[in-house]
């Protein structure tokens, strides 16, 4: 006998079969958690702009090292900490106080830019170029203006080390307005503006520091197709063709130009009395047999042995040797 099924369970299977009604005309499912999207945190650098910061920054914390150390009179080690991108607001509320900020610009970018220096870094770079050897107790003292003076030097030495990590893309041209202790006078840009912020963690001896880069978005906008890691090292290889190019041009020029050649008897010793004494029709014995060569000297430097002789009406000389650079003489 087969089962009847109820009325309840008929009503289930019905439900079971609805079809869900079709959304409306115009809108779409959504599938999983909306987030709310503010504009202004938006990454105006793409991560091929931020790939190349970072080779840029690196070849430059090299040489600001080098730069450093020469400047100050000891080792410097400096190393790219971080490339990353936020507000100018946040960069500015995470200033400490007093701060060193120092405004520069570096066309053809746009604007301005910052170096912050931390009063760690400051008081290391002080002391050093006042002949310390310590950077002493940090307090939060106001910077004079002789110590503001030493590091605008300082930073003005470290240009040209900026404007030559930057040659692989393009040329600049840093120049270091102003020094600020204040973020109230160096708001290079609005508070909303992103701004890519470059770290540099320096060390000398048992202390350490930070200095930080402040690049404005609008400040590369000029020079935004040319921050490509493509470009990049396109443009290496063809640095590299064009050197080779100007190397072979040189030899060129180098293999046509004059140069003096002189023979050489050996040294004949004679005192200073004897010369004072020599008159016309003196005869002056030479320490030089007949059938030795002589040496021939290409500007003073000695590469040829020849055996004297005649070509035509005039003297001649035939190259017998060739003299190698560790057979030089000592004069």
Partial sequence: MTDILSE??????????????????GKAAHTGTVRPYDFRDADKFPKEQI??????????????ANRLSSILRTSVDC??????????????????????LAVYKAPPMLGSQLIKITPDIAYIFISRLFGGVSAGSADAKQFTEIELALLERVLRGSASVFNEAWEKVLRLNMQIERMETSQQFAQIVSMNEPVAVVDFALKTGDESGVISLCIP?????????????????????????????????????????????????????????DILNLRPGDVIHLEHKVNAPVT???????????????????????IVDIIKEDEHEPG
């Fill in 8 to 25: 309840n369970e008929i009503s289930e299977l019905l439900g079971a079969l609805e079809v869900p009604e079709e959304p409306e005309r």
């Fill in 51 to 64: 790939r190349t910061f970072n080779i840029i920054f690196t070849a430059f914390a090299q040489l600001f």
């Fill in 296 to 318: 021939i000297r290409v500007a003073h430097i000695p590469k040829f042995k020849a055996q004297i002789g005649s070509r035509k009406t005039r003297r001649a000389l035939k």
């Fill in 217 to 273: 978005h609008t400040s590369i906008e000029p020079i935004a197709k040319q921050l490509s890691t493509r470009l990049l090292y396109s443009s290496s290889s063809q640095d590299a063709v064009r050197v080779s190019g100007n190397s072979e041009a040189i030899g060129d020029k180098l293999s046509g130009a004059p140069v003096p050649l002189t023979a050489y008897f050996d040294t004949t010793p004679a005192t200073v009395l």
């Fill in 79 to 100: 190393e790219l900490a971080a490339v990353e991108q936020c507000s100018f607001g946040e960069f500015s509320n995470a200033l400490p106080a007093p701060v060193i």
